[in-house]
T-cell receptor
């Protein structure tokens, strides 16, 4: 999975609790992305980053925040988890000149 | 906004037969197009991309894709399917002209039957 790790790989949490997912890359790629994958919806972009401390919203950003304090780490936080945020979350990285993105193994999050 | 559509949720093909997974696109200007594959419980893997040039693009694992401008299609093909090709396939396009974000189709589940 192209030097990308995600942690945790699985998490079960209760509604209303905060959750942070971590993406770590060893490729020194500038761009990083968080997606969620749900049946019937494909992949939808939550947030992305185009450099350290430079982030922006994607298609489904409500209820999520991100931070990137180092090139290699991109954190996704659910401030107060809801059942609708039960999903599989993928991190991806890319370099602009090649466009293609490389994905991590995913985190399966269940909010009960 | 640029978009792709995958008209088939599922494709079944017998092992050894040729396979096609369909994708159509809607873009302004010259399209950049991508195919990804997702095996069970794994992240997406890049298969191939079309930027410009030859209409037939070769990629990983024996896959190729045919770009057809008049039909606005970018179908994924393989001459002889393997059981191990069974997976979820996504086509993708940059979200806007000059954008480095990708918009993905909803995916097509390919099942290769022994």
């Amino acid at each position: 999975d192209a030097g990308i790790t995600q942690s945790p790989r699985h998490k079960v949490t209760e509604t209303g609790t905060p959750v942070t997912l971590r993406c770590h890359q060893t490729e020194n790629h500038r761009y990083m992305y968080w997606y969620r994958q749900d049946p019937g919806h494909g992949l939808r972009l939550i947030h992305y980053s185009y450099g350290v401390k430079d982030t922006d919203k994607g298609e489904v950003s409500d209820g999520y925040s991100v931070s990137r304090s180092k090139t290699e780490d991109f954190l996704l936080t659910l401030e107060s988890a809801t059942s609708s945020q039960t999903s599989v979350y993928f991190c991806a990285i890319s370099e602009r000149v090649t466009y293609e993105q490389y994905f991590g193994p995913g985190t399966r999050l269940t909010v009960t | 906004a640029q978009s792709v559509a995958q008209p088939e949720d599922q494709v079944n093909v017998a092992e050894g037969n040729p396979l096609t997974v369909k994708c159509t696109y809607s873009v302004s200007g010259n399209p950049y197009l991508f195919w990804y594959v997702q095996y069970p419980n794994r992240g997406l893997q890049f298969l191939l991309k079309y930027i410009t040039g030859d209409n037939l693009v070769k990629g990983s694992y024996g896959f190729e894709a045919e770009f057809n401008k008049s039909q606005t299609s970018f179908h994924l093909k393989k001459p002889s399917a393997l059981v191990s090709d069974s997976a979820l396939y996504f086509c993708a396009v940059p979200s806007g002209a000059g954008s480095y974000q990708l918009t993905f189709g909803k995916g097509t589940k390919l099942s290769v039957i022994p």
